[in-house]
């Protein structure tokens, strides 16, 4: 298993890494070759500074929230020696997730911060085409085609991260992204005020960002209450309430659609006679294990619930009988080698209820373990 972790964790490394490498060559290149008209003053140290801390701040909002360090990034184009943004950027979401690392938070954000820094050439690379000249409303069009130019430069790399390292499904991923764009164009034309104001206008966006962050802390405690509700203690899994929730509101959604819903049951072999092998401590990491190596190979939409000592259920919207045998599949590829499991399945007829869908998983389920007895 500790290799599997391994893959698990190198393969966004080795992405992020390429990405931040070839970021940082581009941004030094311009940097030393470039040219410009504009000097490094103490504002553009602080802004920079801004910058930081309003990165620090977004990873604490959630998502949606890139727009304030985009509130920051506008102004910068405005002030600071355009040739200088791209580098300075980099080292300053470098900065601000690595702090987040060294407190133990978001580990891999670091090169993921790095590496998609790259929204910042495009409209530094337009700028720079048309001269570094001061701000001015009469030149909109132009900063509107820049701000397009950046969102499509940090799109593109986030959709190819996501899906390729993450296999994150298309749709939830429209439904984020539309929403951390969206907050980036509505608060865009605030980053335009401060830069026509000029001067120190930018420091007055932080005590707006500071308000955000404290109820963004309330809310996390909120969102952590109501996870403790929904979850299993020991593996972190959905626990029983939220299985059964999930799956009346998942056949809801299928009567309505007229789509396939199905549901697997699944036992870990032999715990017992692990437990009283190794000790129940050593049972109990065993199955955090489980669950954590079956979570690699699990979409976003699948619900994984543990309902007993040994016993999980997992929901699959949309998933035929076909599909569900594949899940299963992948799941046994990725289980801790001194475990197994025994698993059934049921797909959703489209007339009967949850009780007789789940009695039929338990049937197969149980049909599996007598397999597994005789084996």
């Known amino acids: 298993m500790a290799d599997n972790d391994g893959v698990v964790l190198r393969r966004p490394l080795i992405g992020t890494a390429i990405l931040a490498a070839a970021f940082f060559g581009a941004a030094i290149l311009l940097a030393v070759f470039g040219s410009t008209t504009r000097h490094v003053t103490t504002y553009d140290v602080v802004a920079v500074v801004v910058f930081v801390v309003l990165t620090r701040f977004e990873y604490q909002v959630g998502v949606g929230s ?33 702090v987040l690392k060294l407190r133990g938070q978001q580990p891999t954000l670091c090169p993921n911060a790095i590496g998609t820094a790259w929204f910042t050439l495009p409209p530094v690379l337009l700028l720079m085409a048309t001269g570094e000249h001061a701000f001015s409303w009469h030149s909109w069009p132009l900063y509107a085609a820049a701000v397009v130019l950046q969102s499509v430069a940090d799109v593109v790399p986030a959709v190819i991260y996501e899906r390729v390292m993450n296999a994150t499904p298309l749709r939830p991923l429209a439904g984020i992204l539309a929403t951390v ?63 059964d929730e999930r799956l009346a509101v998942e056949h809801a959604r299928a009567v309505r659609a007229g789509g396939e819903l199905s549901v697997c049951m699944f036992d870990v072999d032999r715990l017992k006679a692990y437990n009283d092998t190794f000790g129940h ?81 338990d049937a197969a389920l149980y049909a599996s373990k007598r397999q597994f007895a005789h084996a």
């Not at 164009?185 to 120190?200: R, S, Y």
């Not at 309330?218 to 959905?238: G, P």
């Open 181 to 243: 764009y969206g907050f980036d164009f509505v608060l865009t034309p605030v980053g335009m005020l401060i830069a026509a104001e000029g001067g120190w206008a930018l420091l007055a966006v932080l005590p707006f960002t500071s308000v955000l962050y404290l109820l963004s802390r309330e809310r996390s405690k909120v969102v952590r209450l109501s996870e403790l509700t929904y979850s299993d203690e020991l593996t972190d899994a959905a626990n029983r309430r939220a299985f």
């Open 66 to 98: 890139a727009a304030l360090s985009q509130v920051a990034f506008f102004p910068l184009l405005f002030a600071m020696p355009l040739k200088f943004i791209p580098l300075a950027v980099g080292i300053g979401s470098a900065a601000a997730t690595g």
């Open 281 to 361: 401590p050593a049972g109990d990491d065993l199955l955090r294990r489980v669950v954590a190596a079956w979570s690699t190979v699990l979409r976003p939409e699948v619900l994984l619930a543990r309902i007993g000592g040994d016993e999980f259920a997992l929901i699959l919207p949309g998933a035929s009988c076909e599909a569900a045998e594949t899940v299963i599949a992948r799941m046994r590829d990725v289980t801790p080698a001194e475990t197994s499991f025994s698993a059934g399945a049921a797909c959703w007829d489209g007339r009967e209820t949850l009780a007789e869908v789940i009695e039929r998983a």
